[in-house]
C-alpha cells in the first residue's frame, strides 16, 4: 500500500538536520518494493522530480526537496536476516534500519528471530562465543543503513575500520525505469572504465568519470571511480543520484573489550603534538577524537543550564582541549597505559586527571559528551529559524594528510578569524580530518561563512584533501565538486547520471545541478 499525502509548508519532511529548508508537493510513503517501483514509474513518466528521503539525519541537505515530490523509505525498517561467506558474518537489512537498530540486534544476540540468509548461519554465529558488531560508527547512528550507503558514511571508528563503502557485500536499488537491480560485491566490474550492465535482458552501458578519485583520505566528494572498479562502489556514496536503495547485505566484525578514555590538556597545541607521537606508538587507538578549547567551553556553558547534561563529572577547570580514544583491553593493556601515561606527561596530560571507563553505561556516557558538540549547535542554529528562515548550519568537513594537518588549521585560524566568524574544533583528528563548527548569529554571518568556506576547501585540496570527508555533497557543497574535479568532471558525473536516470527525476540538485 502507497501512502500518500499533500506536504504543508511547514513539514518536517523539507528539512534535515542541515536545517536547509525545501519544497515539494506531495509525499510518498510505500510498505514494500513493488510500491516503490510503482511510485518511480509513475515519476519518470511524467518527468516528475523525485527526492529520496528516510531518516533525515544527513547535514548537507541531500534529502531536502528542491521541486516535485518525496518519497520516505521509513517504512523499510525490518533487518531480514543473517548470513556467512568467505569474508565472515553479514546482516541483511531494509534501507531505513538505523545503525543503533542494527548494533542492537547484534549486541543483544537476537538472531534467532532473523532468517537464514545462507544455510546453518543463525545456528553458527549462536554456538560461537565470540560477539560481534557492526563497526561503522556515524556521528548519527539513528541514520539508516540505506543514507550511510547513498554517502559513504564514516566517522570515529574510520581510523581503524575504514568507511560505510568497506562493509557492504550487496545491494538492492531501483532504477528510474523501475527495474531492480541486485548488486553483489565482486559479480560485476568496469572494463576501462565502462560498465556494461545487465537489465531486464539488455545491457545498459554507464561510463564512469574520467578524473582520480583520492582514496589516500577520507573522501566523500563526487562518484568513486577507477578503471576496473566494482559495479557497487558506483552507487555507495552516490546520494541518490541514481535510484532507490531498498536492502543491503552488511558485513559485521568480531568485537573486542574495550578501554574509553578522555585525557585533558592545557591547550589546543598540546593535545595536537600529543597525538603526533600517539599514532606512532604500540598503543593501535580504535579511534583518535580532538576537542579543542571552544568545544569544551561549549560543553561547559550546556552543562551549567542543564546538570544533567551528558551525565559527566565537570571538565577540570585547567583543561583547554582533550582527546578521546579507545584501546583494546587484552593482555598488553598495563603496557599500554605506561606508554601513554609517558606521553600524555610530555604534554600536560595526565592520567590521574582523566576519564576511563570499561562499561557499556560508562562507553555510552563518553560518545553523548562527544555527540554533544555538533547537536549543541544543530539545536542552536534551529533555534535562529524562526527570525531567521533561511539559516542552516555551516560546518566544515575536510580532510588533509596527517602531516598537512598544522597547516589545515592554522589556515582555519587565519580564515574565520580574518571574517570575525566564532567556532569550533572537534572531530577525527586521527584521519587529518576535523569539524570546525562556525557558529552564526546573522544571515552576514552566513555569507561570510559561505565565502570562508569555499577559501577553506581550496586549501583543503592545495594540501592534497578532500573538501567533503564524511558528509557527502547533497545540495549545500555541490560547488566543491568543480573545485576538486574541475568543469571536466562536473561534465562526467552529470554523464553518468544521464545514463542511469534520463529523466533527471532522481534527488535533482544533489552532487551536481
Same mark, same amino acid.
Given at each position: 500500500?502507497?501512502?500518500?499525502?499533500? /506536504?504543508?509548508?511547514?513539514?518536517?519532511? %523539507?528539512?534535515?538536520?542541515?536545517?536547509?529548508?525545501?519544497?515539494?508537493?506531495?509525499?510518498?510513503?510505500? @510498505?514494500?518494493?513493488?510500491?516503490?517501483?510503482?511510485?518511480?514509474?509513475?515519476?519518470?513518466?511524467?518527468?516528475?522530480? %523525485?527526492?529520496?528521503?528516510?531518516?533525515?539525519?544527513?547535514?548537507?541537505?541531500?534529502?531536502?526537496?528542491?521541486?516535485?515530490?518525496?518519497?520516505?523509505?521509513?517504512? =523499510?525498517?525490518?533487518?531480514?536476516?543473517?548470513?556467512?561467506?568467505?569474508?565472515?558474518?553479514?546482516?541483511?537489512?531494509?534501507?531505513?534500519?538505523?545503525?543503533?537498530?542494527?548494533?542492537?540486534?547484534?549486541?543483544?544476540? $537476537?538472531?534467532?528471530?532473523?532468517? !537464514?540468509? +545462507?544455510?546453518?548461519?543463525?545456528?553458527?554465529?549462536?554456538?560461537?562465543?565470540?560477539?560481534?558488531?557492526?563497526?561503522?560508527?556515524?556521528?548519527?547512528?539513528?541514520? #539508516?543503513?540505506?543514507?550511510?550507503?547513498?554517502?559513504?558514511?564514516?566517522?570515529?571508528?574510520?581510523?581503524?575500520?575504514?568507511?560505510?563503502?568497506?562493509?557492504?557485500?550487496?545491494? *538492492?536499488?531501483?532504477?528510474?525505469?523501475?527495474?531492480? $537491480?541486485?548488486?553483489? *560485491?565482486?559479480?560485476?566490474?568496469?572494463?576501462?572504465?565502462?560498465?556494461?550492465?545487465?537489465?531486464?535482458?539488455? !545491457?545498459?552501458?554507464?561510463?564512469?568519470?574520467?578524473?582520480?578519485?583520492?582514496?589516500?583520505?577520507?573522501?566523500?566528494?563526487?562518484?568513486?571511480?577507477?578503471?576496473?572498479?566494482?559495479?557497487?562502489?558506483?552507487?555507495?556514496? #552516490?546520494?541518490?543520484?541514481?535510484?532507490?536503495?531498498?536492502?543491503?547485505?552488511?558485513?559485521?566484525?568480531?568485537?573486542?573489550?574495550?578501554?574509553?578514555?578522555?585525557?585533558?590538556?592545557?591547550?589546543?597545541? !598540546?593535545?595536537?603534538?600529543?597525538?603526533?607521537?600517539?599514532?606512532?606508538?604500540?598503543?593501535?587507538?580504535? =579511534?583518535?577524537?580532538?576537542?579543542?578549547?571552544?568545544?569544551?567551553? $561549549?560543553?561547559?556553558?550546556?552543562?551549567?543550564?542543564?546538570?544533567?547534561?551528558?551525565?559527566?563529572?565537570?571538565?577540570?577547570?585547567?583543561?583547554?582541549?582533550?582527546?578521546?580514544?579507545?584501546?583494546?583491553? @587484552?593482555?598488553?593493556?598495563?603496557?599500554?597505559?605506561?606508554?601513554?601515561?609517558?606521553?600524555?606527561?610530555?604534554?600536560?596530560?595526565?592520567? @590521574?586527571?582523566?576519564?576511563?571507563?570499561?562499561? /557499556?553505561?560508562? *562507553?555510552?556516557?563518553?560518545?553523548?559528551?562527544?555527540?554533544?558538540?555538533?547537536?549543541?549547535?544543530?539545536?542552536?542554529?534551529?533555534? %535562529?529559524?524562526?527570525?531567521?528562515?533561511?539559516?542552516?548550519?555551516?560546518? +566544515?568537513?575536510?580532510?588533509?594528510?596527517?602531516?598537512? %594537518?598544522?597547516?589545515?588549521?592554522?589556515?582555519?585560524?587565519?580564515?574565520?578569524?580574518?571574517?570575525?566568524?566564532?567556532?569550533?574544533?572537534?572531530?577525527?583528528?586521527?584521519?587529518?580530518?576535523?569539524?570546525?563548527?562556525?557558529?552564526?548569529?546573522?544571515?552576514?554571518?552566513?555569507?561570510?561563512?559561505?565565502?570562508?568556506?569555499?577559501?577553506?576547501?581550496?586549501?583543503?585540496?592545495?594540501?592534497?584533501?578532500?573538501?567533503?570527508?564524511?558528509?557527502?555533497?547533497?545540495?549545500?557543497?555541490?560547488?566543491?565538486?568543480?573545485?576538486?574535479?574541475?568543469?571536466?568532471?562536473?561534465?562526467?558525473?552529470?554523464?553518468?547520471?544521464?545514463?542511469?536516470?534520463?529523466?533527471?527525476?532522481?534527488?535533482?540538485?544533489?552532487?551536481?545541478?
Amino acid at each position: 500500500m502507497i501512502h500518500s499525502r499533500k /506536504l504543508e509548508s511547514d513539514s518536517p519532511y %523539507l528539512t534535515d538536520e542541515s536545517k536547509l529548508s525545501g519544497a515539494a508537493d506531495m509525499l510518498f510513503i510505500p @510498505d514494500d518494493e513493488e510500491d516503490v517501483v510503482k511510485i518511480v514509474v509513475s515519476h519518470n513518466s511524467s518527468k516528475t522530480p %523525485l527526492t529520496i528521503s528516510a531518516m533525515r539525519t544527513g547535514v548537507c541537505g541531500g534529502c531536502v526537496p528542491k521541486e516535485g515530490d518525496i518519497v520516505s523509505m521509513e517504512k =523499510f525498517n525490518k533487518i531480514i536476516g543473517i548470513g556467512k561467506d568467505d569474508k565472515g558474518y553479514f546482516i541483511r537489512t531494509q534501507a531505513a534500519v538505523t545503525v543503533k537498530d542494527l548494533n542492537e540486534i547484534i549486541r543483544k544476540k $537476537l538472531y534467532s528471530e532473523l532468517q !537464514n540468509i +545462507t544455510d546453518d548461519a543463525i545456528e553458527c554465529i549462536l554456538s560461537e562465543r565470540t560477539d560481534y558488531f557492526y563497526p561503522v560508527d556515524p556521528t548519527e547512528l539513528n541514520g #539508516s543503513i540505506g543514507g550511510n550507503i547513498s554517502t559513504n558514511a564514516s566517522g570515529p571508528r574510520t581510523y581503524k575500520y575504514g568507511p560505510t563503502r568497506d562493509w557492504v557485500r550487496r545491494i *538492492r536499488i531501483i532504477l528510474s525505469d523501475g527495474n531492480v $537491480l541486485d548488486i553483489l *560485491r565482486g559479480e560485476i566490474k568496469a572494463k576501462n572504465r565502462v560498465f556494461s550492465i545487465p537489465v531486464d535482458g539488455k !545491457n545498459i552501458t554507464v561510463h564512469i568519470p574520467s578524473y582520480e578519485f583520492n582514496r589516500d583520505v577520507k573522501n566523500t566528494t563526487g562518484l568513486m571511480t577507477g578503471p576496473d572498479m566494482d559495479l557497487i562502489d558506483l552507487f555507495i556514496g #552516490s546520494e541518490g543520484m541514481f535510484g532507490i536503495i531498498t536492502e543491503a547485505d552488511i558485513y559485521i566484525t568480531e568485537w573486542h573489550p574495550l578501554m574509553s578514555n578522555i585525557i585533558f590538556f592545557p591547550s589546543d597545541d !598540546n593535545a595536537y603534538n600529543f597525538v603526533k607521537e600517539f599514532v606512532n606508538s604500540h598503543i593501535d587507538p580504535e =579511534f583518535i577524537e580532538f576537542f579543542d578549547t571552544g568545544s569544551l567551553n $561549549l560543553i561547559r556553558k550546556s552543562k551549567k543550564n542543564d546538570p544533567k547534561f551528558t551525565k559527566m563529572p565537570d571538565i577540570p577547570d585547567y583543561a583547554g582541549s582533550a582527546i578521546f580514544f579507545d584501546i583494546s583491553n @587484552d593482555e598488553n593493556i598495563v603496557s599500554k597505559y605506561n606508554e601513554l601515561s609517558q606521553i600524555a606527561k610530555i604534554y600536560g596530560g595526565s592520567l @590521574d586527571h582523566s576519564w576511563c571507563g570499561h562499561e /557499556l553505561k560508562d *562507553r555510552e556516557r563518553f560518545f553523548a559528551f562527544r555527540h554533544s558538540v555538533p547537536q549543541t549547535i544543530f539545536e542552536y542554529v534551529a533555534s %535562529l529559524k524562526g527570525s531567521m528562515p533561511g539559516m542552516h548550519k555551516m560546518g +566544515t568537513d575536510m580532510s588533509v594528510p596527517l602531516d598537512h %594537518l598544522d597547516e589545515m588549521i592554522d589556515s582555519y585560524s587565519e580564515v574565520l578569524t580574518s571574517k570575525k566568524l566564532e567556532y569550533v574544533i572537534f572531530g577525527h583528528i586521527g584521519n587529518g580530518h576535523l569539524h570546525v563548527e562556525i557558529i552564526l548569529k546573522s544571515m552576514d554571518d552566513l555569507s561570510k561563512a559561505k565565502k570562508a568556506y569555499r577559501t577553506l576547501a581550496l586549501r583543503s585540496i592545495e594540501l592534497g584533501g578532500s573538501p567533503s570527508a564524511e558528509h557527502g555533497i547533497g545540495k549545500i557543497k555541490s560547488e566543491y565538486i568543480e573545485l576538486l574535479y574541475g568543469k571536466q568532471g562536473v561534465e562526467d558525473i552529470k554523464k553518468t547520471k544521464r545514463e542511469l536516470d534520463p529523466n533527471w527525476i532522481f534527488c535533482p540538485g544533489n552532487v551536481v545541478e
